[in-house]
């Protein structure tokens, strides 16, 4: 599904109703006498599902003038960095460990969104290669465990590619389980729980050729799942197990409609930046957006025809 589909799904969910112009000033005042108010008020305002806080120059929030017109607009792929992206190495990989893997998987078109029996290509949150992409490495690898961080439509494919391969299961920390996720019979561990409970030792059982699949809340904050992740769990991985991070549109900015229209505010993507600069215990091997940009013939070879090129999976490797 492209992008734009997807954030009409979203947008249609959120359903929002804008005030008017005369509401506004009676929200702005609430708003402040709320804040004044402090922690009691503001949870007052969690627990319904709202959070409010001022503008100003340490928002965390970017502003309007920031997602139009900042920096990152104005440079073509602000976030390329040549020494993250080996480029002759990840062609070689998609032609050679993935491609030969491709013609297997055939999804139907369309599906039951509430209750999937079984991968579409036409899903509302799970891009095109880089479901793709997951099958072909599922069965490259033939990994034992997939430890999965947010389950959903790739959950279905990891079982697919699972029972083709005839071995392997998964892992699965979702804290808000869809029923159909209940049903895999791959699954043989489900934590119900936020992944930063969940104790550092499991982690380190992923041996070489496993696969932690990270689909997180995409935000850094104080005491967030990505922290705890990318500061906290992948320096204890063993060598040779394999990181998928989604929804990471590197080395380009993350949507500005995402921004304004959804208030998605993902971080995710710039700790994971950091992270791979200058930094020779991981190393790139897959990147959806960065193969659509700079691979794009083989990538289409790649889908053969089966549906588009978008996708926002970067996968890496612990060296």
Same mark, same amino acid.
């Given at each position: +599904?492209n992008?734009?589909?997807?954030?009409?799904? #979203?947008?249609k969910r959120?359903n929002p109703?804008?005030?008017?112009p005369s509401?506004?000033?009676?929200?702005s005042r609430l708003a402040?006498?709320?804040?004044?108010k402090g922690?009691d008020k503001l949870?007052?305002?969690?627990?319904?599902?709202l @959070? +409010?806080m001022?503008?100003?120059?340490?928002?965390?929030? /970017?502003s309007v003038?920031?997602i139009?017109?900042?920096w990152e607009?104005?440079?073509?792929?602000p976030?390329?960095?040549?020494e993250?992206?080996?480029?002759?190495k %990840?062609?070689d990989?998609?032609?050679t460990?993935? %491609?030969?893997y491709?013609?297997?998987?055939?999804?139907?078109k369309?599906?039951?969104?509430?209750?999937p029996?079984g991968?579409?290509?036409?899903?509302?949150?799970?891009?095109?290669?880089?479901?793709?992409a997951l099958y072909?490495?599922?069965?490259h690898?033939?990994?034992?465990r997939?430890?999965?961080i947010?389950g959903?439509?790739s959950?279905l494919i +990891?079982?697919?590619?699972?029972?083709?391969n005839g %071995?392997?299961?998964i892992?699965e920390?979702?804290?808000?389980?869809?029923?159909?996720?209940k049903?895999?019979?791959?699954?043989?561990?489900?934590?119900?729980?936020?992944?930063?409970?969940?104790?550092l030792?499991?982690?380190?059982?992923?041996? /070489?050729?496993?696969?932690?699949? #990270?689909?997180?809340?995409? !935000?850094v904050k104080t005491?967030s799942d990505c922290?705890f992740?990318?500061?906290?769990?992948l320096k204890?991985? @063993?060598?040779?197990?394999? #990181?998928?991070?989604?929804?990471?549109?590197?080395?380009?900015? %993350?949507?500005?409609?995402?921004n304004?229209?959804?208030?998605?505010?993902? !971080?995710?993507?710039?700790?994971?930046?950091?992270l791979?600069i200058d930094n020779?215990?991981?190393e790139?091997?897959y990147?959806?957006?960065y193969h659509c940009?700079?691979n794009k013939?083989i990538?289409?070879?790649? +889908?053969?025809?089966?549906?588009t090129?978008i996708?926002?999976?970067?996968?890496?490797?612990?060296?």
């Amino acid at each position: +599904m492209n992008l734009k589909k997807i954030c009409k799904t #979203i947008k249609k969910r959120l359903n929002p109703e804008p005030p008017g112009p005369s509401s506004l000033d009676a929200l702005s005042r609430l708003a402040e006498l709320y804040i004044a108010k402090g922690r009691d008020k503001l949870l007052e305002l969690e627990n319904r599902g709202l @959070q +409010m806080m001022r503008f100003n120059y340490y928002s965390p929030i /970017p502003s309007v003038a920031d997602i139009e017109n900042g920096w990152e607009t104005r440079i073509p792929h602000p976030f390329f960095e040549p020494e993250i992206y080996h480029g002759d190495k %990840m062609k070689d990989f998609l032609e050679t460990a993935l %491609m030969p893997y491709s013609k297997e998987f055939s999804p139907r078109k369309d599906g039951d969104e509430n209750d999937p029996n079984g991968f579409y290509w036409n899903n509302p949150s799970f891009g095109h290669c880089d479901a793709m992409a997951l099958y072909c490495f599922i069965r490259h690898l033939k990994p034992k465990r997939i430890l999965e961080i947010g389950g959903g439509y790739s959950t279905l494919i +990891m079982d697919e590619a699972i029972r083709v391969n005839g %071995m392997g299961e998964i892992w699965e920390v979702e804290p808000y389980p869809r029923p159909f996720l209940k049903r895999l019979t791959s699954i043989t561990r489900f934590y119900e729980q936020p992944v930063q409970d969940l104790p550092l030792a499991l982690f380190t059982e992923l041996e /070489p050729n496993d696969i932690l699949f #990270i689909d997180s809340t995409h !935000t850094v904050k104080t005491s967030s799942d990505c922290t705890f992740l990318y500061l906290k769990v992948l320096k204890h991985l @063993q060598k040779e197990v394999l #990181i998928q991070s989604h929804d990471i549109f590197l080395p380009d900015p %993350m949507p500005k409609n995402w921004n304004t229209d959804f208030q998605f505010y993902w !971080t995710e993507q710039y700790l994971l930046q950091a992270l791979l600069i200058d930094n020779n215990r991981f190393e790139v091997v897959y990147s959806s957006r960065y193969h659509c940009l700079y691979n794009k013939e083989i990538l289409d070879k790649f +889908m053969d025809q089966k549906a588009t090129t978008i996708g926002v999976s970067l996968w890496y490797k612990r060296v």
